[in-house]
């Protein structure tokens, strides 16, 4: 399947299933930010790369304003190109706005992930002939006081019908890539990925790397060289 085709049947998959409180609202960039999610992946998959970087969910200040993973605004309008429109969900929660590329914060999360990219490789072109960047679940879920719940957190029904697609989306793009790497960006990205692939794609080596997360006092502790460190261990270093 064709990686456009892999988003859209994923949207499919995950707006048909429900999730109750203290989930109060659900946000899908790949619906209202389509334009730009679609245009990345378009401009820059490339089959036959190196390493996938697979990230958890979206940020409240990155993918669910740009549709990107770890969009940074100022990243992806910048350094990647991308500046599509983008729409509102159908619930906007009154706290969390999505306001696209003229969102004022800066997801650090994504600033540190991309910053790093454009120094190491200095282009986007030279990036993605290495690499590409997917969020494992494409979902934003937010509780009634505007309060981030990330999927792990979910009751055990909902996180399996919701890891059920997305396990189906990750091993369908990881056979059109087919990537020798899959890293998790962080470790529950790393824990799908074994899940998912292991009997799909048991020829794909995984791993893992330091999330950027500033909730993170590790990553606070300079996440470029550490990351850097890691890479080389695993033999994918410059």
Not at 160 to 187: K, N, T
């Amino acid at each position: 399947m064709e990686p456009v085709p892999i988003t859209r049947a994923l949207t499919r998959d995950v707006q048909a299933l429900d999730f109750a409180p203290p989930v109060a609202h659900v946000y899908n960039p790949l619906v209202y930010a389509r334009a730009n999610a679609e245009a990345f992946i378009e401009r820059y998959l490339r089959p036959g790369v190196e390493t996938l970087l697979l990230g958890m969910n979206p940020g409240p200040y990155g993918m669910a304003q740009t549709g990107v993973p770890f969009g940074e605004v100022a990243a992806v309008r910048d350094w990647l190109g991308i500046a599509e429109p983008v729409r509102k969900p159908e619930r906007e929660h009154p706290k969390r706005p999505i306001l696209g590329m003229d969102c004022p914060r800066s997801e650090v999360s994504g600033r540190r992930l991309w910053g790093w990219a454009a120094e190491r490789f200095e282009s986007p072109e030279a990036f993605f002939e290495k690499f590409f960047v997917w969020n494992y679940c494409p979902l934003v879920f937010l509780e009634e006081g505007g309060r981030n719940r990330t999927p792990d957190k979910l009751p055990a029904a909902e996180r399996d019908a919701l890891f059920a697609a997305c396990d189906r989306a990750l091993v369908r793009l990881v056979q059109h890539v087919q990537p020798r790497w899959v890293l998790g960006v962080g470790r529950f990205a790393e824990g799908r990925a074994r899940t998912a692939l292991a009997e799909e794609a048991p020829e794909v080596r995984i791993g893992t790397i330091l999330h950027p997360s500033p909730a993170s006092p590790i990553a606070n502790r300079g996440w470029a060289p550490q990351v850097e460190a890691q890479l080389e261990k695993l033999g994918l270093g410059t």
